[in-house]
Protein backbone atom coordinates (compact mmCIF):
# COMPACT_ATOMS: atom_id res chain seq x y z
CA UNK A 1 0.00 0.00 0.00
CA UNK A 2 1.21 3.40 -1.28
CA UNK A 3 1.88 5.14 2.25
CA UNK A 4 3.85 8.28 4.11
CA UNK A 5 4.28 7.65 7.49
CA UNK A 6 5.08 10.23 10.22
CA UNK A 7 5.76 9.89 13.63
CA UNK A 8 5.58 11.11 15.96
CA UNK A 9 1.47 11.73 15.23
CA UNK A 10 1.02 13.73 18.59
CA UNK A 11 3.24 14.93 20.98
CA UNK A 12 3.17 17.93 23.64
CA UNK A 13 6.77 18.52 24.14
CA UNK A 14 8.75 22.07 26.10
CA UNK A 15 10.21 24.99 25.02
CA UNK A 16 14.07 24.55 23.87
CA UNK A 17 14.10 20.34 23.75
CA UNK A 18 15.39 19.74 20.51
CA UNK A 19 12.91 16.95 18.50
CA UNK A 20 12.51 15.15 15.04
CA UNK A 21 9.21 13.96 12.98
CA UNK A 22 10.27 11.82 10.84
CA UNK A 23 8.58 10.84 7.42
CA UNK A 24 8.87 7.50 5.33
CA UNK A 25 7.32 7.20 2.02
CA UNK A 26 7.53 3.57 0.43
CA UNK A 27 6.82 4.89 -3.14
CA UNK A 28 9.86 5.80 -4.66
CA UNK A 29 9.53 9.42 -4.99
CA UNK A 30 11.70 11.96 -5.88
CA UNK A 31 9.67 15.01 -4.12
CA UNK A 32 8.75 14.97 -0.55
CA UNK A 33 7.95 18.28 1.41
CA UNK A 34 6.38 19.74 4.85
CA UNK A 35 3.80 22.27 5.24
CA UNK A 36 2.46 23.20 8.55
CA UNK A 37 -1.61 24.37 9.23
CA UNK A 38 -2.37 26.53 11.60
CA UNK A 39 -5.72 28.66 12.12
CA UNK A 40 -6.42 30.98 9.79
CA UNK A 41 -3.08 30.76 7.71
CA UNK A 42 -4.02 27.44 5.67
CA UNK A 43 -1.19 25.01 4.68
CA UNK A 44 1.75 26.44 4.20
CA UNK A 45 5.40 24.95 3.06
CA UNK A 46 8.71 24.84 5.45
CA UNK A 47 10.95 22.85 3.35
CA UNK A 48 11.11 20.82 0.16
CA UNK A 49 13.27 18.25 -1.82
CA UNK A 50 13.63 17.32 -5.02
CA UNK A 51 15.73 14.36 -4.30
CA UNK A 52 18.73 13.26 -1.89
CA UNK A 53 20.49 15.66 -0.35
CA UNK A 54 18.81 18.52 -2.50
CA UNK A 55 16.25 20.18 -0.11
CA UNK A 56 15.45 24.06 -0.51
CA UNK A 57 13.20 26.84 1.78
CA UNK A 58 9.62 27.28 1.27
CA UNK A 59 7.54 29.88 2.60
CA UNK A 60 8.44 29.26 6.58
CA UNK A 61 12.09 27.74 7.42
CA UNK A 62 12.72 29.61 9.95
CA UNK A 63 13.07 27.09 13.37
CA UNK A 64 13.47 24.22 10.99
CA UNK A 65 16.23 22.19 9.56
CA UNK A 66 15.29 18.94 7.26
CA UNK A 67 17.69 16.47 5.57
CA UNK A 68 17.59 13.97 3.00
CA UNK A 69 20.42 11.47 2.98
CA UNK A 70 17.75 8.41 1.74
CA UNK A 71 15.33 8.56 -1.06
CA UNK A 72 12.76 7.66 1.49
CA UNK A 73 12.95 9.39 4.43
CA UNK A 74 12.98 13.13 4.92
CA UNK A 75 12.83 14.05 8.53
CA UNK A 76 11.86 17.72 10.23
CA UNK A 77 13.72 19.14 13.00
CA UNK A 78 13.46 21.44 15.40
CA UNK A 79 16.43 22.55 17.31
CA UNK A 80 14.76 24.67 19.73
CA UNK A 81 11.11 24.44 19.54
CA UNK A 82 8.98 27.74 20.68
CA UNK A 83 5.15 27.36 21.42
CA UNK A 84 4.90 29.26 17.65
CA UNK A 85 5.51 26.35 16.24
CA UNK A 86 2.63 24.34 18.11
CA UNK A 87 0.80 23.39 15.11
CA UNK A 88 -0.32 20.13 12.76
CA UNK A 89 2.41 19.35 10.38
CA UNK A 90 2.12 17.30 7.34
CA UNK A 91 5.15 15.26 5.12
CA UNK A 92 4.20 15.14 1.89
CA UNK A 93 5.59 12.89 -1.79
CA UNK A 94 5.35 12.43 -5.04
CA UNK A 95 7.09 11.71 -8.14
CA UNK A 96 9.37 14.65 -9.73
CA UNK A 97 6.96 15.36 -12.75
CA UNK A 98 3.85 16.86 -11.81
CA UNK A 99 2.66 17.65 -15.45
CA UNK A 100 1.15 14.29 -16.05
CA UNK A 101 -0.98 14.45 -13.17
CA UNK A 102 0.89 12.30 -10.45
CA UNK A 103 -0.84 12.07 -6.91
CA UNK A 104 0.41 13.92 -3.94
CA UNK A 105 0.52 11.79 -1.51
CA UNK A 106 0.12 13.31 2.58
CA UNK A 107 1.12 11.90 5.81
CA UNK A 108 -1.61 11.40 8.40
CA UNK A 109 -0.32 14.74 10.05
CA UNK A 110 1.50 15.18 13.31
CA UNK A 111 0.12 17.55 16.10
CA UNK A 112 2.57 19.41 17.95
CA UNK A 113 2.40 21.54 20.83
CA UNK A 114 5.49 23.18 22.43
CA UNK A 115 4.46 24.57 26.19
CA UNK B 1 0.02 37.92 -5.21
CA UNK B 2 -0.76 34.86 -6.06
CA UNK B 3 -4.05 33.48 -4.57
CA UNK B 4 -6.25 30.68 -4.97
CA UNK B 5 -9.64 31.74 -3.03
CA UNK B 6 -12.74 29.31 -2.21
CA UNK B 7 -16.34 29.81 -1.88
CA UNK B 8 -18.40 29.39 0.69
CA UNK B 9 -16.25 29.47 3.54
CA UNK B 10 -18.49 26.99 5.39
CA UNK B 11 -21.77 25.28 4.69
CA UNK B 12 -23.91 23.17 6.92
CA UNK B 13 -26.26 20.69 4.75
CA UNK B 14 -28.88 17.76 5.54
CA UNK B 15 -27.98 15.01 4.50
CA UNK B 16 -29.09 13.68 1.01
CA UNK B 17 -28.63 17.27 -0.03
CA UNK B 18 -26.48 18.56 -2.85
CA UNK B 19 -23.74 21.19 -2.71
CA UNK B 20 -21.10 23.39 -4.98
CA UNK B 21 -17.89 24.47 -3.91
CA UNK B 22 -15.73 27.06 -5.72
CA UNK B 23 -12.22 27.84 -6.33
CA UNK B 24 -11.11 30.84 -7.87
CA UNK B 25 -7.38 31.22 -8.45
CA UNK B 26 -5.79 34.33 -9.40
CA UNK B 27 -3.19 33.72 -11.88
CA UNK B 28 -1.51 31.03 -13.94
CA UNK B 29 -2.11 27.86 -11.63
CA UNK B 30 -1.02 24.40 -13.08
CA UNK B 31 -2.35 20.79 -11.89
CA UNK B 32 -5.25 21.95 -9.69
CA UNK B 33 -6.12 19.42 -7.10
CA UNK B 34 -8.87 18.92 -4.86
CA UNK B 35 -8.26 17.47 -1.16
CA UNK B 36 -10.44 16.60 1.43
CA UNK B 37 -9.74 16.87 5.04
CA UNK B 38 -11.55 15.04 7.59
CA UNK B 39 -12.21 15.75 10.96
CA UNK B 40 -9.06 14.04 12.16
CA UNK B 41 -6.90 15.71 10.23
CA UNK B 42 -6.08 13.35 7.21
CA UNK B 43 -5.86 15.13 4.19
CA UNK B 44 -6.92 13.07 1.17
CA UNK B 45 -6.53 13.87 -2.29
CA UNK B 46 -9.87 13.53 -4.18
CA UNK B 47 -8.84 14.79 -7.69
CA UNK B 48 -6.25 16.45 -10.23
CA UNK B 49 -8.05 18.71 -12.43
CA UNK B 50 -6.13 20.59 -14.28
CA UNK B 51 -9.00 21.31 -16.70
CA UNK B 52 -12.24 19.74 -17.87
CA UNK B 53 -14.43 17.12 -15.67
CA UNK B 54 -13.67 13.98 -14.21
CA UNK B 55 -16.17 12.30 -11.60
CA UNK B 56 -15.45 9.71 -9.28
CA UNK B 57 -18.61 8.27 -7.32
CA UNK B 58 -20.84 10.76 -5.60
CA UNK B 59 -18.19 13.75 -6.38
CA UNK B 60 -16.86 15.38 -9.53
CA UNK B 61 -15.07 18.22 -10.22
CA UNK B 62 -14.85 20.84 -13.62
CA UNK B 63 -11.63 23.18 -14.08
CA UNK B 64 -12.25 26.05 -16.70
CA UNK B 65 -8.25 26.63 -16.85
CA UNK B 66 -9.04 29.91 -19.23
CA UNK B 67 -11.37 31.61 -16.57
CA UNK B 68 -9.24 30.70 -13.43
CA UNK B 69 -11.94 28.84 -11.64
CA UNK B 70 -12.81 24.82 -10.53
CA UNK B 71 -15.98 23.27 -9.41
CA UNK B 72 -16.39 20.76 -6.75
CA UNK B 73 -19.75 18.45 -6.87
CA UNK B 74 -21.19 16.63 -3.89
CA UNK B 75 -24.70 15.00 -4.41
CA UNK B 76 -26.50 12.63 -2.47
CA UNK B 77 -24.08 13.88 0.79
CA UNK B 78 -23.70 12.14 3.90
CA UNK B 79 -22.19 12.95 7.25
CA UNK B 80 -18.54 11.06 6.14
CA UNK B 81 -18.39 13.87 3.43
CA UNK B 82 -18.39 16.11 6.52
CA UNK B 83 -14.90 18.17 6.94
CA UNK B 84 -12.43 21.03 4.77
CA UNK B 85 -12.71 20.99 1.05
CA UNK B 86 -8.90 22.84 -0.35
CA UNK B 87 -8.39 23.27 -3.12
CA UNK B 88 -4.29 23.72 -4.24
CA UNK B 89 -2.31 24.27 -7.31
CA UNK B 90 1.67 25.13 -8.75
CA UNK B 91 1.85 28.28 -9.58
CA UNK B 92 3.53 28.85 -13.33
CA UNK B 93 6.49 26.76 -14.09
CA UNK B 94 7.40 26.12 -9.86
CA UNK B 95 6.37 22.63 -8.64
CA UNK B 96 8.02 22.77 -5.86
CA UNK B 97 5.28 23.96 -3.63
CA UNK B 98 1.33 23.69 -3.58
CA UNK B 99 -0.49 26.48 -3.18
CA UNK B 100 -3.51 25.86 -0.85
CA UNK B 101 -6.95 27.57 -1.00
CA UNK B 102 -8.56 28.87 2.17
CA UNK B 103 -10.92 26.11 2.68
CA UNK B 104 -14.57 25.36 2.69
CA UNK B 105 -15.55 23.54 5.89
CA UNK B 106 -18.55 21.26 4.91
CA UNK B 107 -20.95 19.91 7.72
CA UNK B 108 -23.29 17.23 6.90
CA UNK B 109 -25.99 16.88 9.96
CA UNK B 110 -28.03 13.59 9.77
Known amino acids: EAQVTQNPRYLITVTGKKLTVTCSQN?????MSWYRQDPGLGLRQIYYSMNVEVTDKGDVPEGYKVSRKEKRNFPLILESPSPNQTSLYFCASRPRDVLSGNTIYFGEGSWLTVV | GIQVEQSPPDLILQEGANSTLRCNFSDSVNNLQWFHQNPWGQLINLFYIPSGTKQNGRLSATTVATERYSLLYISSSQTTDSGVYFC????????????FGTGTLLAVQP
Open chain 2, 88 to 99: AGYYGGATNKLI
Open chain 1, 27 to 31: MNHEY
